[in-house]
């Protein structure tokens, strides 16, 4: 077993936190040869639950869980973090957009990005999933900065991916290992843009075997854009099985790499590519080298008017999410 990695999950008490926990303790993340230490964090009100939490994982006898703690302390919670999954945060409701979430939820970011610049390692790789996820990765970066690297910060757009897997997998009647290279392009909201131009099913350009552009411009898109408010409508509650699984799916792959000639959607601060605005966090194609664990984005690939007017539209999403962040975060009392 090789030495422990410190994990901290943030909001452990909370819907996703207890879908999260089990796969990360049990090795599906970081590998059955691979130790854990996992801190949970939420706020003092849910300590009784948290504690719940812990009492679970130990009962689920797991040979990769070195140990577990349940904190309500930033300070405790965020030394020392080689990955941190930053979840708590407030979710939304039926009728919200996830941007409505983001005057309750941004000044968790930025005080965790000022914990992770005093505590956590400089090596700490971060995924923000608590919404309007980009922009809270952006803001956890602006105040981690100088001390985590920006490139450490994403935010999860893995759901997003892995819906329109399923959605083309369902379409075609093949199954999710056929389907390949999918992209969700800008923000984690429903102007994202979902394009299958690079994917393959069975090794086949995805709209070959599809064969129906009015579907792949339109249901195709519309489903997985709206799909996280149609989760809350049937549920009356986020979707937090699949985000669980995402999440997994995302440090996973940034832990192990991806596989040859396949890429995967992550939010990361763009560098520039696709003149897409730098240091906004955006939805591109990745690829993660397994030995650095650097992630780098897929280049030259082509857009049509289509697609432009779709990576317009989010991007601009982005720039108002990311002023308005800005804003809230100079007003003094946050
Ligand atoms: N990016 C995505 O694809 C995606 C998918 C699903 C959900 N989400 C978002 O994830 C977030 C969590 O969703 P959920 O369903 O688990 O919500 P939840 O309400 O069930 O749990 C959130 C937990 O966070 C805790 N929390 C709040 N403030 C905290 C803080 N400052 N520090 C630590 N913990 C804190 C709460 O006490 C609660 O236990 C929401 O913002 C939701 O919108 C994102
Ligand atoms: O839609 C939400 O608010 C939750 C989450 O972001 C999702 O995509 O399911």
């Not at 605005?277 to 664990?293: H, M, R, Y």
């Not at 990311?322 to 946050?334: F, V």
Request: charged fraction near 20%; glycine fraction near 8%.
């Amino acid at each position: 077993m090789s030495a422990p990695l410190r994990v901290l999950v943030t909001g452990a008490a909370g819907q996703i936190g207890y879908s999260i926990v089990i796969r990360i303790a049990d090795g599906t993340v970081f590998g059955k040869d691979q130790a854990v230490q996992l801190v949970l964090l939420d706020v003092p009100q849910c300590a009784t639950v948290l504690e719940g939490v812990v009492f679970e994982l130990q009962d689920c006898a797991l040979p990769t869980l070195h140990s577990v703690e349940a904190v309500t302390d930033v300070q405790q919670a965020f030394t020392g973090v080689d990955y941190a999954f930053l979840v708590g945060a407030m979710p939304r409701r039926e009728g919200m957009e996830r941007k409505d979430l983001l005057a309750a939820n941004v000044r968790i970011f930025k005080a965790q990005g000022k914990a992770l610049a005093d505590f956590a390692k400089p090596t700490t790789k971060v995924i923000v999933v608590g919404n309007p996820a980009n922009t809270n990765a952006f803001i956890a970066a602006k105040y981690a900065a100088g001390k985590v690297p920006a490139r450490n910060f994403s935010a999860m757009t893995r759901l997003d991916h892995n819906r329109a897997l399923g959605q083309l997998a369902l379409k075609t009647g093949t199954t999710i290992g056929d389907v390949k290279n999918v992209i969700i392009w800008g923000n984690h909201s429903s102007t994202q843009f979902p394009d299958v131009t690079h994917a393959t099913i069975k090794n086949q350009p995805a709209a070959t075997v599809v064969n129906d552009n009015a579907f792949l411009q339109g249901a195709f898109i519309s489903t997985v854009q709206k799909r996280g408010a149609v989760i809350i409508e049937k549920r009356k509650l986020s979707s937090a099985m699949s985000a669980a699984k995402a999440a997994c799916d995302h440090i996973h792959d940034w832990h192990f790499g991806t596989k040859a000639g396949e890429f995967v959607s992550m939010a990361v601060p763009s560098d520039g590519s696709y003149g897409i605005p730098q240091g906004l966090v955006f939805s591109f194609p990745v690829t993660i080298d397994a030995a650095t664990k650097e992630w780098k984005i897929v280049q030259g690939l082509t857009f049509d008017d289509f697609a432009k007017g779709k990576i317009a539209a989010t991007t601009k999403e982005l720039e108002e999410e990311r002023d308005d962040a800005l804003k809230a975060c100079d007003d003094a009392s946050i």
